[in-house]
């Protein structure tokens, strides 16, 4: 049995500390009953069991709550694309990237579904969003120019980029439509579209 005394065992009475992950789906389930708009950072830190203060010590806002980790998985791919063999063919790279990097545990299936549901669907929120999508497309461009021997701010690698968000999102949106598919399956299938010229 683990240790209940001693001196790295917690406080009786202290709170565990919340962790960003444990605020995020607090913040989601506060979104799903109550409306994005009718929850405020503090009805979130309260139900949290935190201080306001210490939200935004995890978040800049409610906004970026939803959103989640996006910059470390941005920073991931990144690192994805920087080891990718030369060999492999561009737009298999981009799909393999795409799906893996969209691949959910059962577990996180229904906060997945809430979290895109919000993002698609809440207008505060789309509005939100044109940013995180620019950097979203801002790595796919950086691996296209590098594969297409093209500035980054070329059209061939900004077409890339929009494209690849493009079929995304229409795979995004029919997961959400149909409850019972399967999201990597539909961007695996969007995405090789893609690249045969939806022939």
Not at 44 to 55: E, K, L, Q, S
Not at 64 to 89: H, I, K, S, T
Request: aromatic share 10%.
């Amino acid at each position: 049995m683990p240790r209940t005394t001693g001196p790295s065992a917690p406080r009786v009475g202290r709170r565990p500390r919340t962790s960003r992950a444990e605020l995020e789906r607090v913040a989601l389930r506060l979104f799903a009953e109550r409306g994005f708009e009718e929850t405020t950072v503090d009805d979130i830190a309260a139900a949290a069991g935190i201080g306001r203060r210490t939200f935004f010590r995890y978040y800049g806002s409610k906004n970026d709550v939803v959103w989640g980790d996006f910059e470390g998985e941005l920073e991931r791919m990144r690192a994805w694309f920087a080891e990718c063999p030369p060999q492999a063919p561009m737009m298999d790279a981009l799909r393999e990237a795409i799906v893996e990097f969209n691949r959910l545990d059962p577990g996180q299936v229904p906060w997945h579904r809430l979290r895109m549901t919000l993002i698609l669907e809440v207008p505060a929120l789309q509005a939100h969003s044109t940013l995180r999508y620019a950097y979203w497309r801002a790595v796919v461009a950086g691996f296209a120019a590098s594969r297409l021997g093209r500035p980054v701010d070329d059209l061939m690698p900004q077409a890339v980029a929009h494209a690849c968000l493009g079929v995304s999102v229409a795979a995004y949106e029919r997961w959400l439509r149909h409850p019972g598919s399967d999201l990597g399956d539909l961007l695996d299938t969007s995405m090789a579209a893609l690249a045969h010229g939806f022939g």
